[in-house]
Nanobody, 122 residues
Framework: QVQLVESGGGLVQPGGSLRLSCAAS????????MGWYRQAPGKQRELVAT???????NYAVSVKGRFTISRDNAKNTVYLQMNSLKPEETGVYYC????????????????WGKGTLVTVSS
């Protein structure tokens, strides 16, 4: 019912920057929270940043000050600006959206994108 399509991943040198985008489409009443998670090879998926519909943000300690999450509610799109990237931040970055499916506020569903690969290497 809801699809999340990520874009913007790729190869970047240490210290470089990338901007990820994720557009949501499908059937839903509203998107409550959108966020980015990443999974490094051999590691568990971890939270990178989230943003609520009202614009409140939450960041992993390791990325605070370097990454910026934002969203365009009119476009149902969330962005992640990543600066000063480190090799250990290589991994698959997944877009997440918590949505209210209908006008019934208790009907909340969690969706995930397929992921976009970010490789930080020289």
């Amino acid at each position: 019912q809801v699809q999340l399509v990520e874009s913007g991943g790729g190869l970047v040198q240490p210290g470089g920057s990338l901007r990820l985008s994720c557009a949501a489409s499908g059937t839903f009443f509203r998107i409550n929270t959108m966020g980015w998670y990443r999974q490094a090879p051999g590691k568990q998926r971890e939270l990178v940043a989230t943003i609520t519909s009202s614009g409140n943000t939450n960041y992993a300690v390791s990325v605070k000050g370097r990454f910026t999450i934002s969203r365009d509610n009119a476009k149902n799109t969330v962005y992640l600006q990543m600066n000063s990237l480190k090799p250990e931040e290589t991994g698959v970055y997944y877009c997440n959206a918590v949505v209210t499916k209908t006008s019934l506020a208790f009907h909340v569903v969690d969706y995930w994108g397929k992921g976009t690969l970010v490789t930080v290497s020289s």
